[in-house]
């Protein structure tokens, strides 16, 4: 009878360890992490230091009455903020602001768009003139103002070109109407080369397929603007009025050279008032709430603008 034999089994002990190595703490994921996180730690430092702490101390200051030469602050809280519906002057600031921001905005997006038209065609001399529109951007805005300001004055250059047509010009920027009027063209005149240049990169990326099929189909060129371009450029158009309305909101250097905010406050913007209660009339607090104002109006219009983008920016949803 054949006797049973029995292998001896491997003892758990005598087989090979498993390799319980734990992983690198720098893996490909945390090395992307880390990379994305600096590159975009310049940015969040700027916003930090030049955003979210001016606001910060802004709305402190609001709270607060500060005596500049004495530097002695008192907490005031609300009370600031209760003097906006005293203030006699702040209705006219406010008409003056809508006036202005409207005025840069219409002019500023409309002539830009024209522009843009008109140098998007293959001309002898469209560089030139594109490079002549664009350069009052890259002019100082100081001195671009002070140059507009001997030309507007009562025996400037503008009034003495108007004496040689047998016209009698006015002192520019002594009345109310046209002292507003100047200043708004100004800031037109230096600051539309950038929504032309942006409105021109929007016209090239048009598919000239398009333009063809529609002609073919006898569409007239007003029809094909309409219908193909303005649709196609909506996007560069939200972008150009979001920066174009922040822009004419924060105009303050032509406000002060030109007018210095008169004749009777008829050109005196709200961020010009700002600079006057916060550094003329040494008001800090007030001037910190009329700051938060604006700042305020500045987001509510971009958001008011971005939310109706569903309405009017082809391509969303």
């Not at 996180?37 to 709305?59: H, R």
């Not at 400037?156 to 002192?171: E, K, Q, S």
């Given at each position: 009878m054949a006797t049973l034999t029995r292998t001896p089994s491997t003892s758990r002990a005598s087989r090979p360890a498993r390799d319980v190595t734990?992983?690198?703490?720098?893996?490909?994921?945390?090395?992307?992490?880390?990379?994305?996180?600096?590159?975009?730690?310049?940015q969040l430092a700027g916003v930090v230091l030049f955003v979210l702490i001016p606001v910060g101390l802004a709305v402190w200051y609001s709270l607060n009455d500060w005596n500049v030469f004495s530097g002695k602050q008192t907490f005031v809280g609300a009370d600031n903020y209760a003097a906006l519906a005293s203030d006699p002057q702040l209705?006219?600031?406010?008409?003056?602001?809508?006036?202005?921001?409207?005025?840069?905005?219409?002019?500023?997006?409309?002539?830009?768009?024209?522009l843009a038209v008109l140098l998007n065609r293959r001309f002898?001399?469209?560089?030139?003139?594109?490079?002549?529109?664009?350069?009052?951007?890259?002019?100082?805005?100081?001195?671009?103002?002070?140059?507009?300001?001997?030309?507007?004055q009562d025996n400037g250059g503008i009034n003495a070109v108007l004496d040689v047509v047998g016209i009698t010009g006015p002192n520019w920027l002594q009345d109310g109407h046209t002292a507003m009027a100047s200043v708004i063209v100004t800031q037109v005149i230096r600051s539309v080369g950038v929504n032309m240049v942006l409105f021109l990169a929007a016209l090239q990326g048009v598919p000239s397929e398009l333009y063809e099929a529609a002609r073919l189909d006898g569409a007239g060129s007003r029809a094909i603007f309409?219908?193909?371009t303005l649709p196609l450029i909506s996007p560069t158009l939200l972008l150009t009025a979001i920066i174009t309305i922040v822009g004419a909101l924060q105009s303050f250097a032509q406000i002060a050279v030109l007018t210095g905010g008169g004749p009777e406050l008829s050109t005196t913007v709200l961020v010009?008032?700002?600079?006057?209660?916060?550094?003329?009339f040494n008001d800090i607090?007030?001037?910190?709430?009329?700051?938060?104002?604006?700042?305020?109006?500045?987001?509510?219009?971009?958001l008011l603008q971005w939310q109706l983008r569903r309405k009017w920016v082809f391509h969303e949803q």
């Amino acid at each position: 009878m054949a006797t049973l034999t029995r292998t001896p089994s491997t003892s758990r002990a005598s087989r090979p360890a498993r390799d319980v190595t734990a992983p690198p703490f720098w893996t490909t994921r945390r090395r992307d992490v880390l990379t994305g996180y600096l590159f975009i730690a310049p940015q969040l430092a700027g916003v930090v230091l030049f955003v979210l702490i001016p606001v910060g101390l802004a709305v402190w200051y609001s709270l607060n009455d500060w005596n500049v030469f004495s530097g002695k602050q008192t907490f005031v809280g609300a009370d600031n903020y209760a003097a906006l519906a005293s203030d006699p002057q702040l209705p006219k600031v406010l008409l003056a602001t809508a006036v202005f921001c409207g005025g840069v905005v219409v002019l500023n997006i409309t002539l830009g768009l024209l522009l843009a038209v008109l140098l998007n065609r293959r001309f002898r001399g469209a560089t030139f003139f594109r490079t002549l529109f664009f350069s009052p951007v890259v002019v100082s805005v100081v001195a671009w103002t002070l140059v507009w300001g001997f030309l507007l004055q009562d025996n400037g250059g503008i009034n003495a070109v108007l004496d040689v047509v047998g016209i009698t010009g006015p002192n520019w920027l002594q009345d109310g109407h046209t002292a507003m009027a100047s200043v708004i063209v100004t800031q037109v005149i230096r600051s539309v080369g950038v929504n032309m240049v942006l409105f021109l990169a929007a016209l090239q990326g048009v598919p000239s397929e398009l333009y063809e099929a529609a002609r073919l189909d006898g569409a007239g060129s007003r029809a094909i603007f309409t219908r193909i371009t303005l649709p196609l450029i909506s996007p560069t158009l939200l972008l150009t009025a979001i920066i174009t309305i922040v822009g004419a909101l924060q105009s303050f250097a032509q406000i002060a050279v030109l007018t210095g905010g008169g004749p009777e406050l008829s050109t005196t913007v709200l961020v010009f008032y700002v600079f006057q209660q916060a550094f003329e009339f040494n008001d800090i607090g007030y001037g910190s709430t009329l700051a938060l104002m604006l700042l305020s109006f500045v987001m509510v219009l971009t958001l008011l603008q971005w939310q109706l983008r569903r309405k009017w920016v082809f391509h969303e949803q």
